[in-house]
């Protein structure tokens, strides 16, 4: 059955209350662990020395912000879901980092100019609705020659086709430009004008059992397939077999999920 859009009206003061019950939804963290290694990766090749102070932008449950901590870095985490702040501290509670947290939008930072000696943000700030805003924001709170880091998923990687999927049965919102801008690196040449860009593409491998383990966690625990699912009422099983005939393509094991999903790994030079 041909896929079609839902329509949706939006309203753009509320698009932010929208994003913010998306990453809300399920329990991201749950996900979010999956993905440690680019964290670590990113902030080795920040090469930042201990005492360096840093925020991390939508630090969501914190895999930047506790990469940092543990290099001696001072970090504050960041996020506009204040759940996924307090797993954050519980997190640095555990292994007994010092990390600070403090809600903010990443459209909008409450911070002085050139307050951090760098920024960091993984697989999270390019979903927001504003991408100038937000990166201005990343740079203006960065010091002058300081370093931002950025992971991002490209356009043709996994979760860049994920998104696609999604929305093809849930539009984007009028306006809206794709997340994976920021996974090239033209895009965030036109995003950070500017800024000397060192770009790396990399592959992150999930791996499950099968395709059915990845979509029950996912569906269950990742924000935005959570809420997609939710939203598509008697749709949801059609969505999920497109997502599942994704999983199925780019599946390099035979005996069970072994799924490769390119991103891109950043690092800017603030004039």
Known sequence: MESRPMTVQFDPDTINAKLQATWGA?????????????????VERMDLPAGTTIVDVAAGSGNSALAAARRGIDVLATDFVADLLDV????????????????????????????????ICCFSAMFA????????????????????GILAWTPDGFIGELFEIIGQ?????????SPARW????????????????ATRKDYVF????????????????????????????????????????????????DHLRLPSAYLEAVLKKP
């Open 207 to 254: 791996r499950m059992t099968d395709a059915e383990a990845w979509l029950d966690l996912f569906v269950q625990y990742y924000g935005p397939t959570n809420r997609a699912s939710a939203a598509v009422g008697d749709r949801a099983d059609a969505l999920r077999a497109d997502i599942k005939a994704l999983l199925e393509r780019m599946n390099t094991a035979e």
């Open 88 to 119: 954050a501290r519980m997190r640095a509670a555990a292994e007994k980092l010092p990390i600070r947290t403090e809600a903010a939008d990443a459209q909008a930072l409450p911070f002085g100019d050139g307050r951090f000696d760098a920024v």
């Open 129 to 148: 609705f504003d991408q100038e805003a937000t990166a201005a924001e990343m740079s203006r709170v960065t010091a002058p020659g300081g370093k931002i």
């Open 169 to 177: 049965f849930i539009p984007p919102a009028p306006g809206a430009k």
């Open 26 to 42: 399920g329990e991201y963290h749950r996900v979010a662990t999956l993905v440690l290694k680019p964290n670590e990766d990113l």
């Open 183 to 198: 996974g090239t690196a033209a895009g965030l040449a036109e995003l950070f004008p500017g800024h000397a860009i060192e």
